[in-house]
């Protein structure tokens, strides 16, 4: 006869329910002693027991709970859950220092002033684009073939000399023969025709802006009017002016000579 021997399922120990949390501010403890209503001497095992006043009922909670999904001591994860809380507690109601808040406005000041900086150089470059653009191109050939430009100097019958200096008219003339008030640089030489080298007594130049404020118009008279005083009195009254006008359009160079009549003594 074969016999079956059965083996008892171990016995768990019984795990009371956690009261609802609205009753534990009421529970009292049936042993002003905190001990166990059972009234054994035996350690007590399974979930604590509920009772006192207070914050005794939360803490029992949160012993109970802690204690049944880990089985860590409720301090040790009540401790972790501080030590992971501190650092975002600490963030949190901690106040900037002043200076702190006063290194922020600088950096803030800082960063305005670059972006400025950077909106002002941008402009800057398109402006000068822009001006790049719009220079004219240096005249061609052909350009200047189908305009008026200079193309002769004529100095005037009425050019003298005398003891204080000289007096030239000088009129650059277009492709047509008629007198063109063209910008440009003037030089002129006063030379002894008395000395076998034709030695140059004196000299003068005038720039652009000093020749224009030269220039008159009256009637048939238009020319640049120039007088120049010398700069060392000449001792002979034979003298040949030699004047070299430079366009300020084209570059190019026009030389004209005439011989001088003396007026006085």
């Not at 009292?28 to 027991?49: I, L, V």
């Amino acid at each position: 006869m074969v016999t079956h021997s059965t083996q008892a399922d171990p016995v768990l120990p019984q795990v009371n329910e956690v009261p609802p949390i609205s009753t534990l501010a009421g529970c009292q403890s049936t042993d002003s002693a905190g001990e166990d209503t059972g009234g054994t001497d035996s350690p007590r095992k399974g979930p604590p027991q509920f009772g006192g006043t207070g914050f005794q009922p939360v803490v029992s909670v949160l012993r109970h709970i802690f204690f049944r999904s880990t089985g860590v001591s409720p301090v040790v994860s009540v401790l972790r859950h501080i030590l992971c809380l501190a650092p975002l507690l600490i963030a949190g109601c901690g106040s900037p220092s002043k200076a702190n808040i006063e290194l922020r406005k600088q950096n803030q000041q800082l960063n305005e002033r670059i972006a400025q900086l950077e909106q002002d150089d941008a402009a800057a470059h398109a402006r000068i684009e822009g001006l790049e653009k719009r220079t004219a191109a240096p005249a061609t050939q052909r350009t200047l073939d189908s305009i008026y430009t200079v193309h002769s100097i004529k100095l005037g019958r009425l050019c003298i000399a005398n003891p204080a200096g000289i007096k030239v008219y000088v009129t650059p003339q277009d492709q047509d023969g008629d007198a063109a008030k063209a910008p440009g640089r003037v030089t002129i030489e006063a030379a002894d025709l008395a000395d076998p080298n034709n030695r140059v007594l004196d000299r003068w130049e005038l720039g652009s802006a000093e020749l224009k404020s030269r220039w008159r118009s009256l009637g048939p008279l238009q020319a640049f009017v120039l007088e120049l005083p010398w700069k060392t009195a000449p001792g002979t009254s034979e003298i040949e002016v030699r004047v070299t006008f430079q366009d300020g359009l084209t570059d190019r160079v026009f030389r004209a000579v005439q011989k001088m009549a003396w007026e006085g003594k």
